[in-house]
């Protein structure tokens, strides 16, 4: 019943819902009407309860009188009591659903990329996140509260965040908290790793180590390292043109250990590739590399770093 009285006060009625309207209101006046409508909402809802539907055979008799005592209404209105326990009862079911649905638990929905894949996410905020492979993110359906928290589980991502002035975007990684208001960022935090990572590309953002209060702000083209052993954060700066790469499924590797390079090459390609030669694991790698096959790229590093490699099959590669 409900909709039926806001669609006429919105000026949506069919012909017949319109009929029926003046039939339950006892008037074929459109003004009347939606006078009779409007006050029945106004003075209608916490007072009712099903045990005394009387209430509003009083209030609806009050509703006429004062149009009667206007001196173009010549006509009585007979209100079934009926129509305003109807609205009230909608009302107040209504508002006890608000009410029940702000004191549930909020739905979590969780987003993995799988290994060989990226994923594009959309929150309810309208804020976008690029998951890079082998990567995990854990968001609610609705944000309430006083921020808009997610959680990288694992992995990499890269943020473009809707501005909320009155709402901070709140990452959670394993060891830190980054807040923004509205901007564009990258944040790789793998659990294996002995380094979260936060690069900014617009705008402004606030790392918070997890056992610190203290607070690290970052603008366009700076990245926060964490040292996840000693909760220690340097910065340093970063070509801007570099800043998540992958996305356009390059490649690219600065100083990092060799270790480190063939984990990322794992999630990328979705194969396993295991170290024989203990000595190659620190061995650093500086490479741009564009989108191409696994053994192109595996051809280019071992040139650099001095090592062979054996395709057992399309799953397993080995290193010495």
């Given at each position: ?89 909608t009302l107040i079911i209504a508002g006890g ?98 380094e979260t990572l936060i690069t900014v590309s ?119």
């Amino acid at each position: 019943m409900l909709s039926s009285y806001q669609r006429f006060l919105e000026g949506k009625s069919s012909e017949e819902e319109l009929r029926q309207l003046f039939k339950d209101f006892g008037t074929t006046d459109e003004a009347t009407l939606r006078v009779l409508i409007k006050e029945a909402f106004e003075n209608t809802g916490t007072e009712y309860t099903s045990s005394q539907p009387d209430k509003f055979q009083g209030l609806f008799q009050k509703i006429s009188d004062r149009i009667d005592d206007r001196p173009h209404h010549k006509k009585t209105f007979i209100v079934n009591w009926r129509i305003a326990a109807s609205i009230a009862a909608t009302l107040i079911i209504a508002g006890g659903y608000y009410l029940w649905s702000l004191s549930r638990p909020v739905e979590m929905k969780t987003v993995t990329a799988a290994y060989g894949k990226r994923v594009e996410v959309f929150l309810p905020d309208s804020s976008e996140v690029w998951l890079n492979s082998g990567s995990t993110l854990q968001y609610p359906v609705i944000f309430q509260g006083k921020t808009r928290l997610v959680t990288l589980k694992e992995g990499e991502a890269f943020f473009v965040v809707t501005h909320d002035a009155h709402k901070p975007f709140v990452v959670q990684t394993g060891k830190t908290n980054v807040s923004v208001l509205g901007t564009s960022f990258e944040i790789a935090a793998f659990t294996k790793e002995p380094e979260t990572l936060i690069t900014v590309s617009t705008g402004k953002v606030g790392v918070v180590p997890a056992s610190s209060a203290q607070s690290t702000f970052l603008l366009p083209g700076e990245r926060a390292i964490l040292d996840k052993a000693t909760n220690v954060i340097r910065t340093v700066k970063v070509d801007m043109a570099d800043i998540a790469v992958w996305r356009q499924g390059r490649l690219l590797f600065d100083d990092q250990p060799l270790a480190t390079v063939m984990a990322s090459l794992e999630r990328k390609y979705n194969v396993r590739i295991e170290i024989k030669n203990s000595r190659l694991l620190n061995e650093k790698v500086t490479m741009r590399l564009g989108n191409q096959p696994l053994d192109n790229v595996l051809t280019a590093i071992s040139f650099s770093n001095h090592f062979t490699f054996k395709k057992i099959n399309e799953q397993l590669i080995i290193v010495n």
